[in-house]
């Protein structure tokens, strides 16, 4: 055990044995392993260092924040007393002024054995930066110094990640996530709106214990956490496949705790663990409290996953109140109405030409009467069925 | 071909200049042509009718029922009926280049100037500017033009559908070829917005699709209805457009196609 490491700390805070060993369970637990890993972390953990945490925060609303004080297993105090020495947090600072400041002068010199960078919300670079500053300097400046010498860079929450709501589409800050600010691929990504405490914590742990940074997918987001989809292990998956859904908010099926689908969930659209860890002390998520996903995981999403309330956008995005069922009903009504005008046109056609042929035939016979006096052989029948051969063998 | 045959207009002034010309059963549609048709039809139906379920489900019940998985059923019926779409679209399009030459992309797809000539003719004819439809044996070439966008829609829609069923599955042999469904520009949901999309697309030609085939039938009397099912179709022996040379590749071309009239 070492002495500045994280179970010392959790010790001397009064954690219990027993306490530690759930804690190192609920870890095996967010990282999708099987439970037999709770002794392996705890042992890891006895002799992991604590990590000094930079935590930056850009234009957000701090739901990231929010949710992080609300976390259980690990709890807020678990987290930022004992696994992390969150060196640097606007929100949470005792001090103030110059000395609130103080962590991110000379970084390298004040942490010679490295510290982890988290970033919250996004980053605006319009008007050189000026809509977001941080000690009257641009926002994006200090998040890149800060990111820049970090063993390791988290964006935590959608706005870190790619800019969430200040950057979906109207917005006039050209903000932007941690592609402003970080030029290479060195950080893990953890979108959510917000993200959840429970995975931000995993990943720390699983870099103290592993050593490694977690296994990702291409958008950087660790495998563990956002590699299986809302809708595959969704509490209400058995009413949907049942065909029972929620039709208007708190209708009877509603009541009942049927699927949302039908009222523009998102799950089967996100890819995130939001059931198993849930929220709020892990009391609950968004579908267990009654509404749907919004697909917050998923990049872009306040663009990409809109309208939260329907299954599908407009399929033109100028008017955002159509929907394929509109555009598409309409265009079947169109050709079918196109056909029948169509086929009366065709008709009135048809016996248009056929008159004109009886007048012409009988003009015919008649001059052929007067100067052959006989009959024409062809039978109107069998002419009607080869007009069109005909024709080919005269212009040939 | 050099140049766009202006001297040969097949367009019969009246039946009362034109001579009687006997017409005769020919082969064109052979039985894979035939087969993936109507297979494509009846997917198209039932994925039709499943997909806009899924996509709605408009059948809900008003209280809790036991052990009827609608949505489970409709899911499962959709998937079987999608690979038997999938493997029909992919037949078809293989006897593209195997089959006969009614079947062939390249009766099928316009790229030569005759082709671009009668598709035009064809044209006229729809909008009420030429009495007789241009006389084909196989595909006329504005039809062509249409299967060739409606083709795509289905590759399309096969396409789109294998990215959905990528996304649902997450790992297996359709993940991994077919896994990359978030990689599309807006993601997942343009996927979703596409497929729906389509789906209108193919309700919206099969109407156009059975009218124009009803139209022709009427005007041609070549019996183009019943031959999706026979394969035969009446006709006047030498008085097509393909008979007469002004399709295809060359003339050789022109004579084999007509060794398959037995
Ligand atoms: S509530 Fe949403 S995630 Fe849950 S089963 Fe229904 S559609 Fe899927």
């Known amino acids: 055990m070492r002495e500045d490491g994280v179970y010392a700390a959790m010790v001397r805070r009064g954690m219990t044995r027993r306490t530690f060993l759930r804690f190192s369970a609920a870890m095996a637990a967010a990282l999708s392993l099987p439970a037999a890993y709770g002794p392996r972390i705890a042992k890891a953990l006895e002799a992991a260092p604590r990590v000094p945490v930079i935590w930056i925060r850009g234009q957000a609303c701090g739901g990231n924040t929010e949710a992080l004080l609300r976390a259980a297993n690990p709890t807020a105090a678990n987290l930022l007393l004992e696994v992390l020495s969150l060196d640097y947090h606007e929100e949470l600072l005792a001090v103030a002024g110059a000395d609130a400041a103080s962590p991110l002068a000379g970084l390298a010199s004040r942490y010679p054995n490295g510290y982890y960078a988290v970033l919250e919300g996004s980053f605006p670079t319009g008007a050189a930066g000026a809509y977001c500053l941080i000690g009257g300097r641009p926002a994006v400046d200090v998040a890149r110094e800060v990111a820049t010498g970090a063993l390791l860079t988290l964006a935590v929450g959608s706005c870190a990640v790619d800019g969430g709501a200040p950057a979906a589409p109207g917005g006039i800050t050209e903000a932007g996530g941690i592609g402003k600010v970080l030029t290479g691929g060195n950080f893990i990504a953890l979108p959510g709106c917000p993200a959840n405490p429970s995975n931000l914590a995993a990943v720390i742990v699983h870099q103290l214990v592993a050593k490694e940074t977690m296994p990702t997918d291409l958008a950087h987001r660790p495998l563990a956490f956002y590699g299986n989809l809302i809708h595959n292990q969704c509490e209400r998956r058995p009413h949907f496949e049942f065909g029972e859904f929620a039709l208007e908010w708190g209708d009877q099926g509603a009541q009942r705790g049927w699927c949302l689908y039908k009222l523009g969930c998102k799950g089967p659209e996100t890819m995130a663990n939001c059931p198993d860890v849930r ?96 009959p024409p052989t062809a039978e109107p029948e069998a002419a009607a069925g080869t007009e069109t051969a005909a024709a080919g063998t005269g212009e040939r | 071909m050099a140049a766009i045959p202006h001297h040969v207009d097949l367009n019969p002034p009246s039946e009362v200049t034109g001579e009687s010309i006997g017409s005769m059963p020919i082969y064109v549609w052979e039985v894979p042509v035939r087969a993936t048709h109507w297979l494509i039809v009846t997917s198209i139906v039932v994925l039709g009718a499943t997909g806009l379920y899924i996509h709605a489900p408009y059948l809900v019940p008003s209280k809790p029922v036991d052990a009827s998985s609608v949505m489970a059923s409709v899911r499962f019926w959709h998937e079987i009926f999608a690979i038997v779409f999938s493997l029909s679209v992919a037949f078809r399009f293989y006897w593209g280049f195997v089959g006969n030459s009614f079947a062939s992309w390249r009766q099928i797809i316009p790229h030569r100037r005759e082709q671009f000539y009668w598709l035009g003719q064809m044209a006229k004819y729809y909008t009420f500017r030429r009495r007789h439809p241009v006389p ?113 590749e060359a003339p050789e071309e022109t004579a084999r196609e007509h060794e398959v009239d037995d």
């Open chain 2, 136 to 248: 084909y044996t196989g595909h006329n070439h504005l039809a062509g033009l249409a299967y060739t966008v409606v083709s795509i829609g289905l590759f399309a829609q096969v396409l789109t559908g294998l990215l959905l069923f990528g996304w649902i599955m997450q790992a297996g042999p359709i993940h991994l070829l077919f896994g990359w469904g978030s990689a599309v520009p807006g993601g997942i949901q343009t996927v979703r917005l596409l497929h729906n999309i389509l789906t209108f697309l193919f309700l919206a030609f099969a109407i156009h699709h059975v009218y124009s085939a009803v139209l022709v039938d009427i005007e041609e009397r070549n019996g183009v209805l019943s031959s999706m099912f026979s394969g035969y179709k009446n006709i006047k022996i030498g008085q097509t457009v393909e008979a007469l040379g002004l399709v295809g």
């Open chain 1, 279 to 374: 929220y709020g002390e892990k009391i609950s998520w968004n579908v267990s409290s009654g509404v749907g996903c919004i697909g917050c995981h998923s990049p872009s999403f306040w663009g990409a996953m809109g309208p939260a309330y329907r299954r599908l956008p407009s399929p033109l995005p100028f008017l955002p109140n159509l929907t394929t069922d509109l555009v598409g009903g309409a265009m079947v009504a169109g050709i079918g109405g196109v056909a029948v005008a169509h086929g009366v046109g065709m008709t009135i056609r048809f016996k248009r030409y056929k008159a004109q042929d009886r007048r012409a035939k009988a003009k015919a016979a008649a001059e052929a009467a007067s100067a052959t006096e006989t």
